[in-house]
Structures are given as C-alpha cells and as structure tokens.
C-alpha cells in the first residue's frame, strides 16, 4: 500500500495541477510540443492522492482549462460537444485504476507488472469513453457505427497509450529515485 503523509500529498497534489495547467490545451501556460498530461495526471492521481475530494477538483481544473482555451485564447472548439460529459467517467476509470494499483504497490519488480496492468486496462477503458463518446454523441460525425469507431479505435488508441506511457514511466523512475535516495539517507543516519 502507498501512504503519503499529508504534506507530501500537497506536493503532489501542485506538481500534478502544474503538469496539467503546463500540458494541456492551447493556453496561456501551454508548454511547447508537449502532449497533454491529463491521462496520466488522473491516473497519478488514484495513486498518490487519497482525498476522494480530489478528483472533482482536477476535473474542474480539466474543465476550466478547455474552457480558457476555447475562450480566451482562441483554440478550436471542435472538442466542445454534447460529449464532453464522457469525459468524467474517463478520468474516472484512470483516476481508479491509479487507486487500484496504490492498494497493490509494493516496492518491489512485481509492481512494474502491476502497474502496467492498471494502465493499460485503465487507459483502454478511458479511451473506450472519451473516444466512443466523442464519436457516437457529439454529433460531429454524420452517421457513426461501430465497424466505423473499431479502425479509429486502433488508430488513436496507440498514441494516447505511449503519451500515458511516458508520463507514467518518468513518474516512475521519478518515484523510484525518490525511494532509493530516502533508504539510502535513512541508512546513513
């Protein structure tokens, strides 16, 4: 199980709302060719946040984004639709999947295994959301059907999981690195 003291969840808590204000949309904060950081900011999020207050807040944080995005900054609004609702049970499924996997962490190689598992069958599911419910309910596309979504399934699906993937690998090694560094200062003293 992964327990992070109060004030560590607070830095955590602001790297993660950092990252996010940093990576996604076209804002005033955007940060160059960069991916957006939001998968993996809500899966991190079930990992290392145990407020369940937290969720809510970050998808208002998403929320006030893209509306500053579409508004004041002039970004597309193709996005904003009837479908955008699909986007909380998304994050949800990542934020989940995040809490499933701090249940099972133990610092050991195991735990790779473990989180692998959680992203990918989180991400797969939040991609089913976001994607599906962009496709079927935003009204964007004259008449979606099934065997239509399955290729643009597999096309979007991979890049979404290497973006998530990187994040969430140099949280990671962050997160190891960490670890080592407080053992080995512990052993010191």
Aim: charged fraction near 10%; charge should be positive.
């Amino acid at each position: 199980m992964l327990n992070l003291t109060k004030q560590q969840q607070l830095i955590v808590s602001l790297l993660l709302a950092a990252l996010m204000i940093m990576t996604r949309g076209n804002h005033f904060a955007s940060v160059n060719h960069l991916p957006s950081a939001s998968w993996a900011v809500f899966f991190m999020l079930g990992v290392y946040l145990r407020p369940m207050w937290v969720f809510p807040v970050f998808m208002g944080l998403a929320a006030g984004l893209d509306f500053a995005s579409v508004s004041a900054s002039g970004g597309s609004d193709f996005c904003t639709s009837p479908a955008y609702g699909f986007l909380v049970p998304a994050y949800g499924t990542l934020w989940l999947g995040g809490r499933w996997f701090a249940k099972h962490y133990s610092f050991a190689i195991k735990s790779l295994f473990t989180l692998s598992g959680a992203v990918l069958v989180s991400s797969f599911i939040c991609h089913l959301f976001s994607s599906g419910g962009f496709y079927f309910f935003s009204g964007r596309y004259a008449d979606p059907s099934l065997m239509e979504f399955l290729p643009r399934l597999t096309k979007y699906y991979p890049s979404s999981l290497q973006t998530l993937a990187f994040y969430i690998a140099t949280a990671a090694i962050i997160h190891i690195v960490i670890k080592l560094v407080r053992a080995d200062a512990k052993q010191a003293a």
